[in-house]
């Protein structure tokens, strides 16, 4: 093997790659990405098994070959190259030589024969899609995917299609979070996988500023391809259905915010809050809110907003701050609807565009 290449070319594919690889020390060849050269184009994958990564690049070859090399270690020295280096690679003695300048490294390869492969797919179903619209969904859902192992199905963003629609939704025991995009046409075949939260976090890294995104899957894997590049993973068995009617319930009780003024005086209020008292009180009347904290050992502290739209009874319920600011810091509209029937009962949060919605469930105690 022998090929060169310039710096900035090989750099943005390395360091997609080193993303699928594994920080675990089961497999040392998790560790290592895999590169072939032949008729000027270097292919590299890399995969922890769970998901995968493939990249071609063209570069001016010399000589083809292939072999396996660390990830991180090949990285970190394309990193600190010259901006403008013209990198060259030439593969001897079972060392990789790395050359640019008077820089030189020499790497340690592994035999290719031995090196992981995510199994093929045989795709049942296809979808073809817009980076900008697959970004935006899962930015609007993802942030709520659990982190909780003990219950699988709720640690992917699901997706589901039917009829000229693509539904992402993610739900934890407190969260739930639901988008969507309108197709021109209906899908005959209609399909819901649930996606793992790695393959979500590292899928919207890549395709920004992509075109079109081709998804195949056969409902065990799933691959997402746009140009030079395909991003492959493995599926989670499980999923969790009906999570669309949870939005279908009445709301008797409704305000409407701005949400600037709204988040600003909830992190304030949010400050005297810790650990054992997340909370913060939301005490609505006509054309006020006051929001205050659970008294902690810290003290408390209390803020109202005046002239709102508000709908509905004198009325209090408690929200955990970060999670109900972590919904608002994904909301683009100026002002969104709070939705609610009871302060035990999940409450509705909609955007002024009603392509997403989340669903926040309260802190079930009284108010002292």
Known sequence: MKFSVIKEKILTHLQYANGFTSSKFINPLLQNVYLSVEENVLTMRTTNYQIGFSATIDVDMVESGSLTVSCKKLLDIVKELPETAIV??????????????????????????????????????????????????????????????????YTGAHFNVYGNCLEVYATGL?????????????????????????????????????????????????????????????????????????????YPIQARLEKKTFMETAKRIATITDEDSPGISLSFETGRLTLSSLETEHGLGKETIEGIEYKGDPFNIIFHARLLQEILNNIESDHFLLEMSSHRSPALITPESDRYRYLIVPISIDKI
Do not use: W
Not at 113 to 128: R, S
Not at 146 to 152: G, L, R
Not at 205 to 230: A, L
């Open 174 to 250: 407190q969260r739930v979070a639901i988008a969507n995009t309108i197709f021109d046409m209906n899908f005959s075949d209609e399909f819901i996988v649930n996606i793992p939260k790695k393959t979500v976090t590292e899928l919207m890294k890549i395709i920004e500023n992509r075109d079109i995104i081709e998804i195949s899957t056969d409902k065990k894997q799933m691959s997402f391809k746009s140009g030079n590049i395909t991003v492959y993973t493995k599926l989670i068995e499980k999923f969790v259905k009906g999570v669309s009617k949870l939005f279908l319930n009445d």
């Open 88 to 153: 060259e690679f030439n593969f001897n003695d079972n060392r990789l030589n790395i050359k640019s300048g008077k820089s030189l490294f020499r790497l340690a390869t592994t035999d290719i024969e031995t090196f992981p492969t995510m199994a093929p797919i045989t795709g049942e179903y296809y979808l073809k899609l817009s980076s900008k619209d697959l970004i935006s969904l899962f930015k609007r859902v993802s942030f709520c995917v659990s982190n909780e192992h003990q219950k699988v199905e």
